[in-house]
């Protein structure tokens, strides 16, 4: 068993948040989704195929989508974009440099089934034993900013689908810990809110925080997708922060079916730990543009304002004010370090519900 170390003082909120463009008041954050991509890449394949797509194509139809987003009310997006998915900064820089919207990088590993090649024989279960060689390089995005850039990363990700988390998903936990130990970053995991039990989220949110973080800076990713209201009440008990980051993938659950399940963790008392936002890509190489087309005609950046929240508003009786905290607040407190707030007893949360 290892001992970590718990008494790392919590630092205090930032004041500014990086993003690509440089620092940004948090008061100036705005409206939040926070969890989009730009551009999700086989990086791989891309450099050795460049006739699959068209970079200048990609950067013209980003600015575009954000510009359509900035119209719609959206001022900042985090990229989740991480090493994996082939995070680009230099394609992320020149669509920042020409849209209104802030966008804020994320640093970590994608890698849903064991740990990159990259990572497996060099770390602390590898051939030889050694330091975990991630940690380094994750803790640089996140302090000096990546490649030299400056610009530096606000998340720390990481991605597990086995159920139960397997020896990869412990070893990924231990890395981005240690990075939000030392820096206050906040962690998302890419967890699997499909299995029967409900998903994968709380056995996640126990193996972070033996690690030493607590779970109230812990989002997990796509629970909003799980269909089991037990599991989703059982999660955010926990304290953690719950993404309800796929509005508009259909295929994966409906919007109808995530709003009922979020406005009953509304009703719970869980709005300050609900996040909201739709995983979109402007363009992502694992379907083809048709196959895209097919399985996920409602996918864009405003999706959520335009379609599913008139919905939450008129068919769950959710409030304005619990809208807000949700885009706004809640983002603001997790790019700030500040985590969420512990959750609200029922009939504590009148301030959100309609009279
Ligand atoms: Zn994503």
Avoid at 59 to 72: F, I, K, N, S
Avoid at 120 to 134: H, M
Avoid at 211 to 224: D, F, R, S, T, Y
Wanted: proline share 6%; glycine share 8%.
């Amino acid at each position: 068993m290892k001992a970590v170390n718990m008494s790392t003082v919590t630092p205090a909120p930032l004041e500014h948040v990086p993003t690509v463009r440089g620092p940004v008041s948090a008061d100036d954050l705005g409206l939040t989704l926070a969890h989009e991509h730009l551009f999700v890449l086989s990086a791989e394949f891309q450099s050795n195929y460049p006739d699959l797509w068209d970079p200048e194509e990609g950067v013209r139809a980003a600015v575009a989508q954000l510009g359509r987003a900035y119209e719609a009310g959206v001022r900042t997006i985090i990229d989740m974009t991480v090493l994996g998915q082939g995070r680009d900064l230099s394609l992320v820089k020149r669509v920042a440099e020409r849209t209104e919207v802030n966008i804020v990088i994320a640093t970590g590993v994608y890698s849903v089934d064991g740990l990159p090649l990259f990572a497996r024989f060099r770390g602390p279960d590898g051939i030889a034993v050694s330091e975990e060689p991630l940690i380094d390089l994750l803790l640089r995005d996140v302090t000096e900013g990546v490649g030299g850039s400056g610009i530096r990363a606000g998340v720390v990700k990481f991605a597990c689908e086995r159920v139960p988390p397997d020896a990869s998903a412990h070893r990924m936990a231990a890395a981005v810990a240690e990075v939000h130990r030392r820096t206050g970053v906040p962690v998302l995991v890419h967890s699997d809110p499909f299995d029967e039990s409900g998903g994968n989220g709380i056995d996640l949110v126990r193996i972070l925080e033996r690690e030493g973080v607590a779970p109230n800076h812990v989002v997990v990713g796509h629970a909003g997708d799980s269909a089991s209201l037990r599991y989703l009440r059982e999660l955010a008990d926990t304290g953690c922060m719950l993404g309800y980051d796929r509005y508009g993938m259909e295929r994966l659950a409906p919007d109808e079916q995530r709003n009922a399940t979020l406005a009953a963790l509304v009703r719970a008392g869980h709005t300050r730990q609900i996040l909201l936002s739709q995983d979109h890509a402007v363009h992502i190489d694992y379907f083809t543009v048709e196959q895209r087309r097919h399985l996920f005609p409602q996918w864009s950046y405003t999706h959520l304002l335009e379609r599913a929240l008139p919905r939450l508003r008129a068919e769950q009786d959710i409030d304005e004010s619990a809208i807000d905290i949700m885009l706004v607040d809640n983002p603001r407190r997790l790019l700030t370090r500040q985590g969420a707030p512990a959750p609200a007893r029922t009939g504590e949360m009148a301030d959100v519900r309609r009279a």
